[in-house]
């Protein structure tokens, strides 16, 4: 999995643009389906876009991530504003440095969230499963795990449709893709220039970042989830509640315990 060491300090400005309101509607949907939270996680939480809305909306939330530089920007955009730093003293939310394939909390949660591909950063199948059990393990009974994918397909139109190029004022990046089609994984190759307003205007920082995802078949994606025992999966495409097939871009999986 990257590492996100340079790259998380210029990530919000790159991911902007991302639906980071679907996320959390397609969430707030599925817990009105099936039982609505006082505890989250939110698994692989980057710099808590979806975090930090979640716990303003009332919810008690742990933001888990790999990289402390992540949480570390995390944290400053929660603790920035004073209904930041009253949440983050009320324990509304904190922020843990772990492993999603070893997660653990004190006591049980009532649902698991994962957006944004997260998963896709699992490159081998036994990652992937530990991480469902290991999800599984941390609910309550009825609880739920909500995530997202590529669908397979899309690593494909990635390949296919690169390089993609963003170029903006503050940062910007020349992306290209390699697809291993036998393992149905992409390196995204990413040049980023983000300026130094502290060395005068018109200087940019250059530096590299490799990122390495794969997908995984859906079919077998939802026998794991049950082999686990979650008692009720579901497949959804796009942010929408209607069944995925091989045309959607992202699989949205709502597992119950």
Not at 34 to 62: A, Y
Not at 89 to 108: K, L
Not at 114 to 120: A, E, G, I, Y
Not at 247 to 257: M, T
Request: hydrophobic fraction near 35%; glycine fraction near 6%.
């Amino acid at each position: 999995m990257a590492s996100y060491r340079k790259f998380a300090y210029v990530y919000d400005e790159l991911m902007e643009d991302m639906p980071y309101p679907d996320w959390i509607r397609f969430a707030r949907t599925a817990w009105e389906r099936h039982g609505m939270p006082k505890s989250v996680v939110d698994l692989g939480c980057g710099t808590g876009s979806i975090t930090i809305p979640l716990v303003n909306s009332g919810f008690e939330v742990t933001g888990i991530d790999l990289s402390a530089d992540m949480l570390a920007v995390a944290r400053r955009k929660m603790e920035g504003t004073p209904q930041g730093v009253r949440l983050f003293r009320e324990g509304s939310v904190r922020w843990v440095q772990q492993d999603m394939t070893e997660w653990a909390m004190p006591e049980p949660v009532d649902s698991v969230i994962s957006f944004c591909d997260c998963l896709n950063y699992l490159l081998e199948e036994d990652d992937i499963v530990r991480t469902f059990r290991r999800t599984y393990e941390g609910l309550k009974p009825g609880g739920t795990f909500l995530f997202d994918v590529h669908h397979p397909n899309t690593l494909i139109r990635y390949e296919e449709e690169q390089p993609f190029v963003w170029d903006e004022p503050r940062v910007g990046y020349i992306w290209t893709c390699a697809r291993d089609p036998f393992r149905n994984e992409i390196e995204h190759h990413l040049t980023i220039f983000a300026r130094e307003e502290e060395n005068g205007p018109g200087l940019y920082r250059r530096f590299e970042e490799t990122h390495t995802q794969r997908a995984y078949d859906p079919a077998w994606m939802k026998s794991e989830l049950l082999k686990c025992g979650f008692r009720e999966v579901n497949c959804y495409a796009d942010f929408e509640w209607v069944e995925a097939g091989d045309d959607a871009a992202r699989l949205f999986y709502v597992a119950v315990k």
